[in-house]
């Protein structure tokens, strides 16, 4: 059974930084494309960032030079570095993984970006 598990979500401050994890168990990690993504009140949901295999990444283009995606295999488990956070950021952040036919998501973890 796959299950991923996000941690890290806080209140920050604009201009601060936040790391947040997802946990994998059930899959391992560097045979898929690890996802994240988040959805704010009253918007639909929004790709974040991905990686493959702990290399290959992608990036949404509102977190392009702000965030950083990237994976440790020996922990299952990948991470989202977050700088520079806007107002805008604050969302709740999901971990995704589709292992056709069927999709995976993590519960979410809560980030408020706020002064």
């Known amino acids: 059974q796959v299950q991923l598990v996000e941690s890290g979500g806080d209140l920050v401050q604009p201009g601060g930084s936040l790391r947040l994890s997802c946990a994998a168990s059930?899959?391992?990690?560097?045979?898929?494309?690890m996802n994240w993504y988040r959805q704010a009140p009253g918007k639909q949901r929004e790709f974040v960032a991905s990686?493959?295999?702990?290399?290959?990444?992608t990036y949404g283009d509102s977190v392009k030079g702000r965030f950083t995606v990237s994976a440790d295999n020996a922990k299952n488990t990948i991470y989202l570095q977050m700088n520079s956070l806007k107002p805008e950021d604050t969302a709740v952040y999901y971990c995704?993984?589709?292992?056709?036919?069927?999709?995976?998501w993590g519960q979410g973890t809560q980030v408020t970006v706020s002064s």
């Open positions: 995704f993984v589709e292992w056709f036919p069927r999709q995976y």
């Open positions: 059930g899959i391992t990690i560097s045979a898929f494309t």
């Open positions: 990686i493959f295999n702990g290399l290959a990444t």
